[in-house]
Structure formats: C-alpha cells, structure tokens
DNA sequence: GATGAATGAGCATTCATTCAT
DNA sequence: CATGAATGAATGCTCATTCAT
C-alpha cells in the first residue's frame, strides 16, 4: 500500500484525500468530499492535519518518501553510468505505473503546495531528487563517461522524455503504461547522455 | 505583442486574466482580480466572455494560435528530417522564453479548461499539436533516417527534455532561459531519434 | 432617527446590526441574524461593510456622531462654567435616555471595535470627546472657578456619576429613565467641580 | 494571591481563564486557550467545570468574594457617614489597583455570566454590593448628615467617578493608578453626598 | 455596451463538548 | 482524576453570476 502512516485515521484522511485530489483536483476537492469518502469527521481532519493545505502537505511527503528512498537506494547499488541513468528511468517508470494517483497527485499538488504555509518543511525535504544525483553526474562525466552539458540540463536530458510520456499517460492522452516502454524509455536516456554508446 | 484581439476592451480583460492566472493560478483568480487588473467591470467582463470559464478558454485560444501557427508554418518549410526535428524544438524553446506568461498559463490550463463545458470547441482547435507532425515522422521513419519508436513515444523522445528544461525554468528552478540552450536541447531531440548520428 | 447614512440599503443594515447588537451582544449575533433582520442578503452586507467587524465600525461611527456633534455645537455657547458643565450632562443624559439601544451598543462596542483592524480610524474620530473639552477646563480652572484636580480626573468627576446611572438604567438595574435626573445628575456635576457653589 | 482555591488544578485553570479572559475577552477565549495556559488537559477543564460557563461562573465568583468581603468588613467597622463613604471608594480604588486583571474581568463578566445557566447563583450572591450598604445610607441620611436623593442615585454618586476613573485605567486611557488618587477621589465622593462639607 | 449592487449556495474553519482509554 | 481524539453544528466569508439602470 503506498500511504506510510502509522496512525489509522490519519492514513484513512489520507488516502480518502488522494482519491479526491486526484479525481477532482486540489482546489476543486472539499474537506466535506475527504470526510465522505474517508469516514473520519470535519473536526477530526483538522485535528489532525490543521487545514486542506495541512492535507495535501502531508500527502505529498508520505507521496514522495517511498518514491525518492526506492530510486536512491538502488541507486546507491549501482556499478556504472549506463546502470545508473537507467536505474533512474526505471525506478520513475515503473513506480507511476504502479502508483498512477500518487504521481497525479505529486503533479497538481507541486504548485499548490509550494505556495501555503508549508512550502518550507516541503522545500527542505524536497531539493529536488537530483541534487542527490549530482555528485554521480559530477563523477561520472570527470570519468569521460558522460558527455558535457550545462548541470542544469542534466536532469532533463535524462528524464526528461520519460516525464513527458508518464504524463501523458497519466493524463489519458496515451494508453500503454509507462513500464512497457521501460527500456525504450532508459535506453534513449543513456544514449542522450553517453559520450559513446 | 502577445494577444491579438482586435476589441480594445477584450484585449483588456484577457490580458489582465493572463497576469492575474499566471500569478494565482487560474482557480484562485476570481472575476473581482481580472476586474481590478483590467478595469473592466464585472459586468462587462460577463457581457464579454459569459463567464469565468469562457475567460479562460478565449485565453487559451489566443494563446495557443500564435505558438503554433508559426511551429506549423516552418515545419512544412523544412527539408530534413534534422531540420524538422530541430525546429520543433527551436520553436518550442523560443516561444516559451519570449511568452512565459502564457506558457505558464497554456500548463495550468489544459486540465482546467479541458473539463468545462468549452472542451469541444478546443478539442476541435487543439488536437494536439503532435498529430499535425505524424506525417512528417512517418514519412522520415519510412525513409530510415528516424529510428523506429513506438509511435506513441516520439512526442516525448522529441521534445520531451525540452519540454521538462522549459517547464523547471517557468517554475523559476534554473535561471538560464530555454533559448540559450537551444542549440544542446535541439541537437540532443535530433541524437535521440536519429538513426545515424 | 438616529442612524444617518443616506444609502438606503445600508442603512436598513445599520439599522438590523444595531438591532441584534443591541439585543444578543455583538459578539453573539450572527451575519444570519443581521440578514434576516435587515431583509439584505450575506453578500450585500459584505458588499458593503466588507466584514461583520466593518459593520460594528460603521455602526459605532454613525452612533457616536449624531451624540457628540450635538454637544459640542451646545458647549460652544455656553457662558459660564456652570453653564458649560451642565451642559454636558443634559446632552449625556438625553441622548442616553432617547438612545438607549445605541448607548448599549457603544457601551460594548468600545472593546470589540477598538481591537479589530478599524482601531485606528476610529482612535482617530474618537479621540475622546473630552480631548475637546480640555480648553474650556482649563480656562475655567485658570478663572478660578473650577476647582484643582489632576486633569485627568475632570472626566470622572464630571460624568462619572452619570454614566454610572446610565449604565445602571441601560442595564435594568434602575427604571427610572436618566433624563428624569437631569437636574440632580447635572447639580451633583457641578458641585463636585466647583470652587464655591 | 489573588484567586483563593484550595485544589491546585482548579486554581491554575482558574488562574490561567483569568489570564485569557482578560487578554483576549470571555467570549474569544476558547477551551484550547485555557488549555494551553494552564496545562490541564480539555477533559480536566471539563471535569472540574462542566463547562466554560462553569469556568467563568467559578472565576466571578472567586474575584467578587475576596473583594465583597473585605469591602463589607470595613465598612462595619465605621464610625460616621464620612468614614463609610470613603472606606467605599479606599476599598473599591485600592481593590481595582491591586488586581487590574480581576476587575478587568469582572467588567466584562457581568454581562455573559448573569445570562448562562448559572445566573441564579450569582445574583444570589452578587445582589449587587449596594443592596447591603442601603441601611446605612438609609441611616445616615436620617440622621440629617447625607443629602437626600432619589434611592436609586446614591451608588452612581457616591461611586460613579471612582468607577469611571477605574475604568479609564483599566482601558489604558490614563496612566496614573486609582490608589494614586484615593484621597482626591473619597473626598470628591463624600462632598457630592453630604449637607454640609 | 457598461456598470456595480445584489444574490445565495457553498466552503474552510472553529470550538464547545463528549467519552473511551 | 487525567487525557486527547473525535464529533458536528454553527459561522464568517467568498465568489461566480444575474440584472436593473
């Protein structure tokens, strides 16, 4: 199950509010909607979680925690480049496919969240999966491995193409999941990046 | 200048709902914000567009001609497939530095404006920009010098990585303008699908 | 009548607060309430006063000025200090006593608007009405004719006594209406202010 | 100490009330305040008081005994006329000097606690300190040395400035404390209400 | 066409109170 | 006695939309 929530009824309001969020929207979905479909009531949402923004703030971390953990730590295993670039494409493909909301969630709830009160207890938990990545580039391209790009480019070069598709799949516009593209998908991103392939 | 509408006061409210959506979002913008920034009154922002929604969709129209009647224009001009691939991406990359208001708002919007009740008519109007290039890629795939992809993938093989650098940088995440890299991002679209190199 | 606003609308609002003010507290009543009374709608009360808070302010405003205008214009003709000091517990005592919802109403208002985000255009208009009176003290005082207190107990010694009874009477504690002890009330102010009597 | 309780919890919930009410106004303050201020958990509050109206009843009660008391203590112990007028005003001007925040409370009290459920409790109690001093108004004035009034006058003559200077103290319209002008104002007090001075 | 007062359903949030542990 | 999660009615306020002038 994708929510990590020790407490019952906080992981109840939350899974209740990533249906609604990512049937209706953030802004469209009511704290009534979340109480319907969680069966907590209205005080007991906000004595857990403060306000909506409260909601979606919690929610996007339990959202991003299993992702970011998964992608680094096999990360850590890897012996290569190629391996690692390709570890990054199918640790991303693999769990939108297999966590379709969570992903549409992560997607609306980035503009919404990043302006409420929250911002700052999301922005250091944030700071972008791939400043972790950086040092790996970083080596990497001293090796000759990989070819020289702006720093900023790196992350959309390399995952660029596979966000592009998910979200096009996550938004019905393409109907075969993400993870049968897998290698297609992390094969293109090595060849972007790689000095010789 | 971005806008083209010849009534003055149309002219107006859009242009104030464009600040007014790019800056709060488009569900937190309310008619009273685009009154105050237009100086139109509400009743004639109403008389206008019938509704918020309409304000919305009349935005998203004006935005999107522009962008891709001159994509369109120059592609058919092109010769390559290189140079095909190239301008996709060039065009894309300078619209997106010269406009970065309405691409904001052409993000946000889709998921907004595709639900109310003027989805038809932009459906119509939209239809993906993509499906407008299929013949151009079957046609240089047939040829040999694009490698063969599922076709659902070339969308976000081409410009994917543009796509993802453009929307980080709108987001304020990197500072270097999508067009000072157009070249890198261009020639990397073209690397991805080429056969040879 | 004693709220003057020449809106008619927000004047029937006035009117409806200084009703249920007046009879549950202003803290107790309820937008409702002042909607129901006053036959407005929520919004047009928002339209108009912005918040129930800018409704107490404007009420406070309309109350006080009516009252006030009116003693001081008395005052200004006043030929002795007898005159003067009487003066003000006749215009006190007989705008209570034809007032008495809108003296209950500043009587509590004080605090309740006093702390809100009208403060200051109010500490302005209010300004104590005795900071008016201060010349006419001290010309009295330098005459001899008033006795030597601290100046900040005139006020006290020349309406506390007033005000007390017509806090009793506004309250229920007494019957009789305050104007019946004009003459007693006004006697007993100026014995305690004057040199010889 | 001003709140005489024998069980410590009681005492700081009543203590920490104290606080609350006289900061932020009875109605303002909320059970969660109370908590927060005094450490006791929502259920104790409850447990000892049934209610917040339990609270401020218990909070009026214990503010008006201590005060009452020593009032009526005093006042038994006159001699003269003169002497139980100004131990009126010592007792009531020293009272409020010592504990702002009591009779801060006590002023806003009145209104919300003789509404509640406990009413009959406190006018049983309370009978408004005035009604005990009547026999000896009603004494002195037969003897010929107190002016004769309309009943219902003395309590605002003999105590109206005092009230109102107390008043103005409370509101952090003056600075000067009351005590200050204990004297000024018993003598005041005493040549309002007396033949001859 | 333009204006802005009026409408009222809908929403986020608060808070006194209860009760199982 | 103490605790704090749970409850849900009540409230202030918002905002898209209408319409008379």
């Known amino acids: 199950m994708a929510i990590a929530e020790k407490n019952q009824r906080k992981r109840e309001i939350l ?5 609604c969020f990512s049937e209706s929207g953030i802004e ?33 971390i339990a959202a991003l925690e299993g992702h970011a ?4 730590a096999l990360l850590a295993q890897t012996q290569s480049a190629e391996e690692a670039i390709k570890i990054l494409v199918y640790t991303y493909v693999d769990w939108v ?16 969240v990043l302006n409420g009160p929250h911002a700052d207890m999301l922005k250091t938990r944030n700071s972008e999966r791939f400043e972790l990545l950086l040092p790996y580039i970083k080596r990497y391209r001293d ?10 480019l790196y992350p959309a070069l ?13 938004a019905g516009r393409v109907k075969t999941a993400p993870s049968e593209h897998r290698e ?4 293109a991103a090595w060849r972007t990046v790689a000095t010789v392939v």
């Not at 899974?15 to 249906?19: P, Q, R, S, V």
């Not at 953990?69 to 680094?72: A, I, L, N, R, V």
């Not at 496919?97 to 503009?111: D, E, F, I, M, W």
């Not at 995952?159 to 996550?170: I, S």
């Open 15 to 19: 899974e209740a509010a990533l249906i």
């Open 28 to 60: 469209s979905t009511t704290i009534d909607m979340i109480r319907a479909q969680s069966g907590a009531s209205v005080g007991s949402i906000y004595h857990h979680f403060g306000s909506k923004e409260g909601v979606a703030a919690a929610l996007y």
């Open 69 to 72: 953990e998964q992608q680094f």
């Open 97 to 112: 496919t297999a966590n379709p909301q969570l992903a549409r969630y992560l997607q609306q709830a980035r503009g919404y």
């Open 143 to 152: 090796d000759g491995v990989l070819s020289v790009f702006p720093k900023e």
């Open 158 to 170: 390399i995952l660029g193409a596979t966000k592009d598709y998910c979200r096009n799949w996550l």
């Open 184 to 187: 297609v998908l992390a094969t």
